[in-house]
């Protein structure tokens, strides 16, 4: 079975998380959190700065690590695992656009509603596992 590793990040500030819109592979248009693949040679951290950067145009710093996903998947027929890194990331500033070859739209949505808006088990998880830090009464920074 394939496997796939990616990393991504939680941008929290002023009571809002960081969500982009695309359309998966089933060609649904979804909300979720920015991530990506690692390339060749990159750590998790890396790649989440980056991804978060390049989909977003958010540059951001990391705070700390916040879990890790483990799903399947089906792509052309076939089962793949995927293993997502995931980091709590507070914004630093607005350094870009986000990519619209990939990115439909990127919006800072409130955090006690972004759960009406998001559709994946693994997305749910990432916010269970925010809200389980003694400090996520606190949601990120004054930043954007």
């Known amino acids: 079975m394939p496997k796939e590793l990616s990393a991504g990040g939680l941008v ?3 009571e809002r998380v960081l969500v982009i819109k ?5 060609g649904e248009v979804v909300w979720t959190f920015p991530k990506g693949h690692l390339e060749p040679g990159e750590d ?4 989440a700065l980056r991804e978060v ?6 540059s951001c710093r990391i705070l700390a690590p916040l879990s890790t996903a483990r799903y399947h998947f089906r792509r052309a027929g076939r089962t793949v695992a995927k293993s997502v890194d995931w980091f709590l ?8 656009r986000r990519d619209p070859a990939e990115i439909m739209a990127v919006r800072w949505a409130p955090l006690a509603t972004v759960r009406r808006l998001l559709r994946y088990a693994s997305d749910f998880e990432l916010l269970e596992a925010y809200g389980r830090r003694p400090d996520a009464r606190r949601a990120g920074p ?3």
């Open 12 to 14: 929290l500030a002023r």
């Open 53 to 58: 950067q390049e989909e977003t145009g958010w």
């Open 89 to 96: 990331m507070t914004p630093l500033k607005k350094a870009g």
């Open 22 to 26: 695309v359309t998966n592979l089933k």
């Open 44 to 47: 998790s951290r890396g790649a």
């Open 142 to 144: 004054e930043r954007p």
